[in-house]
């Protein structure tokens, strides 16, 4: 650090941070747009950054109802990665987990992505043969992978309970290149970006309504701060997609869940990856804090709340216990629920929808964070272009209807019982 950085810092930290100069310019929504996305999340802010760069369109206002990275950008785990098993997901996730490598390059902004690696348990021979199947699906599309015996996890996991009878650790499929990020960094660094281009990041504007024309067709949105006509409206509201969607008479096939997840006080470190259960829907990570990070199932009712209930509390922490008995010894600072859009296969939607000028992002289940970047990639080239981009080619509205399902995981909008 420069002595010019450190006089800096201590001469805003001691003004009250008076001079520090916003990461972005917070805009007063203008009369209309080419395109307005509403989120102002990561996915969101992603999609206004790639179309401002990508395809030149700047004539762009991300609104979002309370402040930007207050949806589930923020309440999430932070985990990336792209271990997945069908040729519908495997080259979307990869090109995310890409562009998470280069992020800050691109960016110019420190979102804190940290390669750690990723670890998936696994417990019988069976479910073995299936992690095997998944890494030689991720080296035939050229993403790393390994299986590693019991011993292997050992020296990479040594905190994990290797002597348990009922749940016994034989091995798991690991991926070096995985790892975490900071979840409100990325929400900043792509809102500095994309006002850089001149997109206007409006917060504190709720939508209440869509301007409709004769036709049908969406040529705005009615918001807390007044109409916003657009050519093209996108949204990008997570949790809340069904509730806005209504306001347009589109029904989604999609349901709302709630999904918790916790920190625990400070430690020195422990566990120096991230690590899912295979015995139970249980994922690990400690951050730069020390704080260990960790979540499970979603509730299962459906909600719009951003708060979760005890008994799912007493779940998780069950099934992090028989994975990592030592938590038992740390303290839960604080826990917070995300709102989920569950869809029937698990998978997600980057498409049109049936209402001229209204496209759709969304139905992330429980990957959301990690798509960021190319869920931003790929519905920037659809809202520029009105072509589905191929590495989004499987995540369509209508293949409920088509059977064209991605069912990674059999589980839907169901707790993913493993």
Known sequence: MTHYSIFSLVRNALSGHAHWKPAWRDAVPKDGYDIVIVGGGGHGLATAFYLAKIHGITDIAVIEKGWIGSGNAGRNTTIIRSNYLLPGNLPFYEWSMKLWEGLERELNYNAMVSQRGVLNTFHSDAQRDAFARRGNAMRMHGIDAQLLDRDEVRKVAPCLDFDQERFPIQGGLYQARGGTARH???????????????????????????????????????????????????????????????????????????????????????????????????????????????????????????????????????????????????????????????????????????????????????????????????????????????????????????????????????PNLH
């Open 184 to 414: 409100d960094a990325v929400v900043w660094g792509y809102a500095r970006a994309a006002s850089d281009y001149g997109v206007d990041i409006i917060q504190n504007c709720e939508v209440r309504g869509f301007l409709r024309d004769d036709s049908g067709a969406v040529v705005g949105v009615e918001t807390t701060q007044g109409a916003i006509r657009a050519s093209k409206v996108g949204l990008a509201v997570a949790g809340n997609s069904s509730r806005l969607a209504a306001m347009a008479d589109l029904r989604l096939p999609i349901e709302s869940h709630v999904l918790q997840a916790f920190v625990s006080e400070g430690l020195k470190p422990v566990i120096p990856l991230a690590v899912s259960f295979g015995a139970g829907h249980f994922y690990i990570s400690q951050s730069d804090k020390g704080g260990l990070v960790f979540g499970g199932d979603i509730d299962g009712y459906n909600s719009y709340a951003q708060r979760g209930n005890l008994p799912l509390v007493e779940n998780v922490c069950e099934v992090g216990m028989s994975m990592m008995p030592i938590l038992g010894r740390a303290r839960i600072l604080r826990s917070w629920g995300g709102i989920m859009d569950m869809s029937m296969d698990g998978s997600p939607f980057i498409d049109r929808t049936s209402i001229p000028g209204l496209y759709f992002n969304g139905g992330w289940c429980y990957g959301g964070f990690k798509a960021t970047p190319a869920s931003g990639w790929c519905f920037a080239h659809l809202l520029a272009t009105d072509l589905t981009h191929e590495l989004a080619s499987a995540y369509q509205l209508d293949r409920f209807a088509t059977g064209y399902l991605v069912d990674e995981n059999g589980q839907g909008a169901q």
